[in-house]
């Protein structure tokens, strides 16, 4: 079966500082994709960034990094001096190749910058 | 406005009343996702279709619920006799193919009294 699993219900931060979002996936499938989306107060899902299984390079955009491994089936997520804007709940998400496209997300981590 | 966009926001509805959502996704998407998502919780899948074909459904969508996208473009999802249980954010998402990126709308918040 497939699941994605984001250990950390909750996460406090002072601005400016670094925080990681840990996500664990399971699948026996080859050829996947991962996701992480942020959701704001009001509601809407916005999609960060997309990877393919075959790609485990790492990922930078601005303030924001990624880190995929294979080996230990992680896919985490850094945002880098962190602002209070970046509050929000998290999530991460697993879509398999022959499943339609459709997302299993994990629990999401909510994230709490302070001022 | 060029993304996927939902309607009404927000529905309060009185247990055992029928209740439609709409969907319109980003226009060139021919695929298209509906979700649910309890507080406190990750979206979980409920259907979704390729042009008008619906191509799968979760075990979460019971027999009162219904979904359709009759000319490949908007979708509706239907519940019908709403129970408490059915109190949730719905989401809709939109792709090009299954293995594109996938955008969301704003959501449906359904609050059954």
């Known amino acids: 079966a497939q699941k994605v699993t984001q250990a950390q219900t909750e996460i406090s931060v002072v601005e400016k500082e670094d925080v990681t979002l840990d996500c664990v996936y399971e699948t026996r499938d080859t050829t996947y994709y991962l996701f992480w989306y942020k959701q704001p107060p009001s509601g809407e899902l916005v999609f960060l960034i997309r990877?393919?299984?075959?790609?485990?390079q790492n990922e930078i955009s601005g303030r924001y990094s990624w880190n995929f491994q294979k080996s230990t089936s992680s896919f985490n997520f850094t945002i880098t001096a962190s602002q209070v804007v970046d509050s929000a709940v998290y999530f991460c998400?697993?879509?398999?190749?022959?499943?339609?496209?459709?997302?299993?997300f994990g629990q999401g981590t909510e994230l709490s910058v302070k001022p | 406005d060029t993304g996927v966009s939902q309607d009404p926001r927000h529905k309060i509805t009185k247990r055992g009343q029928n209740v439609t959502f709409r969907c319109d996704p980003i226009s060139e998407h021919n695929r298209l996702y509906w979700y649910r998502q309890t507080l406190g919780q990750g979206p979980e899948f409920l259907t979704y279709?390729?042009?008008?074909?619906?191509?799968?459904k979760s075990r979460l969508l019971s027999d009162r619920f219904s979904a359709e996208r009759p000319k490949g473009s908007f979708s509706t999802l239907e519940i019908q006799r709403t129970e408490q249980g059915d109190s949730a954010m719905y989401l809709c998402?939109?792709?090009?193919?299954?293995?594109?990126?996938?955008?969301f709308g704003s959501g449906t918040r359904l609050t059954v009294v």
């Open positions: 998400a697993l879509s398999l190749y022959n499943q339609g496209g459709k997302l299993i």
């Open positions: 990877r393919n299984s075959f790609d485990e």
């Open positions: 279709f390729q042009n008008e074909a619906q191509l799968e």
């Open positions: 998402a939109s792709s090009l193919g299954g293995t594109g990126d996938f955008f």
